[in-house]
């Protein structure tokens, strides 16, 4: 395909222009893609179950290879996308993931199926770091924030729509969740190839560290193999080996990121206490999440009767509650400081957790669902914002980019091996997703689980969270305001954009001169 792309003007594109919209839908949709097919496909797990014969360990990874692939590959895409071109990198991601989402739609096993949707973690990989950062790159300074929060706004919009639609899709067939991809993935492409402009840094380290991503690849891969089989009837040494190789990888991991002259983590990050209390709280908040996401709309439809569109909608207040108040939460955060809101929307969230206990058979929606959904979101939305503008706050304005990418993966590890973990906690396995008393029981114990997970969270931000965001309202190419980085994403906390070299200012007052990242 031939490109037609304007060239970016000096100055940077401008909201409203022709072209500013269009990069808009190009990487609104490019993100939506990702984030809506991991929430669509929790609803068709009981049908994928059901139509190819899978046990709970089948669904269980049909979640989490996914997850696995992007969680250790999302640091490396922001690198290739700075380094190759951040356009060519977000679109062989989107083709990527639609040549995967084929697979996914014809996968005949569940074997298949799995290997596909890791394939499908790769490409998200690769397009996720991308969305945002080529708006940061494309706009300019002035109307950065504004083109960010359009992201932001039109991305929530997308995740309150997705659940209708994908419940609607898997009442048809679980295959159309996947197949529906490919359509949105040609308009993106096309999009793309003619309206947004190629963008590098030329900054960007001119190595990458490979032997970092195999290692976290295969340590987080191991330990997640290895949890899951331990749920399985008479776990052999073989599953041990494998969690004593993953654990041996990771070690292994932070040795090479000290030493390592482009690492995926510089170590330096986390001389700050308030940058590694907030990834602390990150992994206890976002190993619940991804849990309830996977298990609660398996209850609905298990042992409350509730169709998979009915089920796919009852997390939707935490969706509209988060899109509507989650930018104001941003601003108080920047008023108060952002531990109060870090501590209390855990627990707000544990206490929605408790409140799913009632989530039984006939449970009715006004009555059981929705209250412990609206708390549940509530919560999230007290959270999120303030935990993403702490992490990106106690990191030096030049390591703004890979900070919160680490947080984004941290957030997606936990909830990767949460969903590992728990249910074998649980003791859910087997077929039980497809009995009713089985499944309700350790759905019960579960959500008992995620709770202390939270409640542990709030107990970690009250002690560790200490210092108030320094944050300043910005001028031209200025960092963004906290607002600006609510999103609706709980999968992971938002990607900050990568900002071409020397397009803002280092709080440390000289050109992108460096501060101490040691907490005073």
């Known amino acids: 395909m031939t490109s037609r792309v304007r060239p970016t003007p000096a100055e940077g594109l401008r909201m409203g222009t022709p072209q500013g919209r269009w990069v808009l839908l190009t990487t609104v949709l490019g993100s939506s893609l990702a984030l809506l097919d991991s929430t669509v496909v929790n609803v068709a797990l009981e049908r994928i179950g059901a139509d190819l014969g899978a046990g709970f360990t089948g669904l269980q990874w049909t979640v989490n290879a996914y997850t696995l692939t992007l969680a250790s590959l999302i640091l490396l895409g922001g690198s290739l996308s700075d380094r190759f071109g951040r356009r060519r990198v977000f679109v062989v991601g989107v083709v990527w993931f639609a040549a995967a989402s084929l697979l996914c739609g014809l996968a005949p096993d569940t074997g298949t199926l799995v290997v596909a949707r890791a394939l499908q973690g790769v490409g998200g990989a690769l397009l996720t770091p991308g969305s945002l950062a080529i708006i940061s790159a494309s706009f300019a300074g002035e109307d950065r924030a504004a083109a960010v929060g359009a992201w932001s706004g039109l991305g929530g919009v997308a995740g309150a729509v997705g659940p209708f639609v994908g419940g609607w899709l898997v009442e ?193 929606y006004p009555l059981d669902v929705l209250p412990a959904t609206v708390a549940f979101g509530a919560g999230l939305t007290l959270l999120v914002a303030p935990l993403t503008a702490t992490v990106l706050d106690s990191a030096d304005d030049r390591y703004a980019g890979v900070a919160s990418g680490v947080n984004n993966a941290v957030a997606r590890a936990a909830s990767l091996l949460a969903v590992a973990v728990v249910p074998v906690v649980a003791g859910i396995g087997g077929d039980d997703y497809t009995d009713p008393a089985a499944f309700g029981s350790g759905f019960r114990t579960a959500v008992l689980v995620c709770a202390a997970l939270l409640v542990a969270g709030a107990l970690v931000a009250l002690a560790g969270i200490r210092r108030p965001l320094r944050t300043a309202e910005p001028g031209p190419g200025g960092r963004l305001p906290v607002e600006e980085y609510a999103h609706c994403n709980v999968e992971g906390p938002q990607l900050h954009p990568r900002e071409p070299v020397g397009s803002r200012p280092a709080r440390g007052g000289g050109p992108r001169g460096p501060e101490p990242l040691e907490d005073q």
């Not at 030493?259 to 983590?265: A, E, I, K």
């Open 172 to 364: 048809w067939s679980w295959r159309a969740v996947f197949l529906v991809n490919l359509p949105v993935a040609a308009v993106i492409v096309v999009v793309a190839a003619r309206h947004v402009p190629e963008t590098r840094d030329p900054a960007a380290a001119p190595g990458l560290d490979w032997t970092g991503t195999v290692l976290v690849v295969v340590g987080l891969g191991g330990l997640t193999y290895a949890l899951t089989a331990a749920g399985g009837p008479a776990p052999g040494p073989a599953v041990w080996a494998w969690g004593v190789a993953a654990v041996v990888a990771l070690a292994a991991f932070v040795a090479v990121q000290r030493r390592s002259r482009h690492p995926l983590v510089p170590p330096v990050l986390f001389r700050s206490v308030q940058f590694t209390s907030a990834n602390v709280v990150t992994l206890l908040v976002y190993a619940p999440l991804g849990v309830v996401f996977v298990l609660l709309v398996l209850q609905l439809q298990v042992v409350s009767g509730y169709s998979p569109l009915l089920a796919g909608t009852a997390l939707l207040p935490v969706t509209v509650l988060m899109l509507l108040f989650s930018s104001r939460v941003g601003a108080l955060a920047q008023r108060i400081g952002p531990r109060p809101l870090m501590t209390s929307g855990p627990l707000l969230s544990a206490a929605g957790l408790l409140l799913m206990l009632r989530i039984g058979e006939d449970a009715s």
